[in-house]
């Protein structure tokens, strides 16, 4: 290849796999079953759907367009569509979120490599109430979390560093696939349970009585979460995309691979939190706190077979952070790559080091440091608010609005139908419809929701 040639995926798998990869992450397994669990099950999975369609699926499309048209990172994309205008620092927005939310990301994924270590010396089995603790402890401890930050940061790097080809897309071939493995496992022993039908009906069969306004706004948000949508990591991906990519199919399809982990994440845990008669609405708690006394319960009969399970889950949780990871660094890694001029190993590095930088501070301002707080809140949950809060609604507005009413449409039209050799112009207005009116009312209810005005 030459220097001046960039670098793409190999293969339609490959694009599918590694964006998917993308997408996937905590948001699913952690995030999409508690949500579930606290917003009535069923009800709440149709409505997420639903979402999907409507806002998950036309927003990455947006941003495929943006990067495979740009054939940049992030920034840059957004310049050469924006023509230099001040729809550029959108752009540069998405690059900052991704680069801030890969700093206090890598502080819960080394969360979920010491789970899976702790699995695997058994120290998830024994006192229930030592279980209870064993998160508080660990996440205040100044050394520990700080440690498996870096370790993971450092796993993220030994890919990237590879580039797009031999790093990221040959790991996302084997992980993608190895995730899903190791998730049909624990399905089939999390449905094996007793009373584990309880589980699988809360999870399928809707109750709508348990429809509300937050249950909508929920799964609202959710759709707009799981599909790692404003940080960045969609358009940088897209920009590796050929000219002959179906922007549709692909989004499509990562769609659905997105949700077929989630509703699987929670084949994992309701059978088996209903069959010890554990509370589904546990919250954020679930998978730290509440989990671990769940799998030695559930497989008290078989506790060799629950520290396995164990195990696996712990392993398949820390896969699909470093997945989603990958995807971040990317992004900030892209960016200084191309824009400073650098090469990429000496990019990786530095973004590394940076979010180690960032991940450590992040990390012990839940222990050591926790009386140093901005505005009310330690720096960990500082980054969570401005990102999560601010910076993600505010970047997928902008960026619905700036395809649906400031670049041509004909450009976007030609982006999406590959020149006109994809037969789905219908479908193109149906799109532009959704991103012209629909998706950006809907980003501007997640908004207010979360800021206590909606």
């Not at 495979?68 to 979120?97: C, D, E």
């Not at 769940?294 to 077979?305: D, G, K, R, Y």
Request: charged content about 10%; hydrophobic content about 50%.
């Amino acid at each position: 290849m030459s220097k001046l040639e960039r670098a793409s995926f190999s293969s339609k798998l490959g694009v599918i796999l590694a964006t998917a990869g993308s997408a996937v992450g905590l948001g699913n397994i952690w995030r999409f079953p508690y949500m579930t669990g606290q917003n009535g099950g069923a009800v709440f999975i149709m409505i997420y759907i639903i979402c999907v369609l409507l806002l998950g699926i036309p927003c990455m499309i947006s941003e495929f367009i943006i990067g495979r048209h740009g054939q940049a990172n992030t920034a840059r994309s957004f310049r050469k569509l924006s023509g230099g205008t001040p729809w550029m620092f959108i752009g540069y927005m998405g690059v900052l979120t991704g680069f801030l939310i890969s700093s206090y990301y890598a502080v819960v994924s080394g969360w979920c490599l010491e789970y899976m270590w702790a699995s695997l010396l058994g120290k998830l089995h024994g006192d229930p109430d030592y279980i209870n603790t064993y998160f508080a402890t660990f996440s205040q401890d100044p050394v520990k979390p700080v440690f498996w930050t870096l370790i993971i940061l450092l796993a993220a790097y030994l890919i990237v560093e590879n580039g797009v080809r031999d790093g990221i897309e040959r790991a996302s071939k084997l992980m993608m696939p190895l995730l899903f493995i190791l998730l049909l496992i624990i399905v089939v022993a999390s449905c094996m349970l007793p009373n584990a039908d309880k589980g699988i009906e809360f999870l399928f069969k809707p109750d709508t009585t348990k429809l509300t306004g937050d249950v909508f706004l929920g799964a609202l948000g959710q759709s707009f979460y799981s599909m790692s949508i404003a940080m960045g990591c969609i358009c940088t991906y897209a920009s590796y995309f050929s000219k002959n990519t179906n922007l549709l199919k692909s989004a499509t399809q990562i769609g659905v691979i997105d949700f077929l982990v989630a509703i699987l994440a929670g084949l994992v845990i309701f059978p088996a939190a209903f069959s010890v008669g554990v509370n589904p609405d546990s919250g954020p708690s679930l998978i730290f706190i509440t989990l671990p006394n769940v799998f030695q319960q559930a497989f008290s009969s078989f506790p060799t077979l629950g520290y396995f399970i164990s195990l696996l889950f712990y392993a398949l949780l820390s896969m699909a952070a470093l997945t989603s990871l990958i995807s971040l660094h990317e992004v900030s890694t892209a960016f200084l790559e191309e824009e400073v001029g650098t090469t990429r190993k000496y990019a990786a590095a530095t973004v590394t080091i940076a979010t180690m930088i960032l991940g450590a501070v992040c990390s012990l301002s839940l222990g050591a440091i926790s009386n140093h707080q901005l505005f009310g809140m330690t720096i960990f949950d500082l980054f969570d608010f401005v990102t999560g809060q601010l910076f993600l609604p505010i970047v997928g507005f902008l960026t619905c609005v700036f395809i649906g009413w400031f670049v041509p449409h004909k450009l976007v039209r030609d982006e999406f139908t590959n020149k006109g050799t994809l037969r789905n112009v219908t479908m193109f207005h149906f799109y532009i419809f959704l991103v012209k009116y629909v998706c950006p009312v809907c980003i501007l209810f997640i908004f207010l929701h979360q800021l206590g005005l909606l």
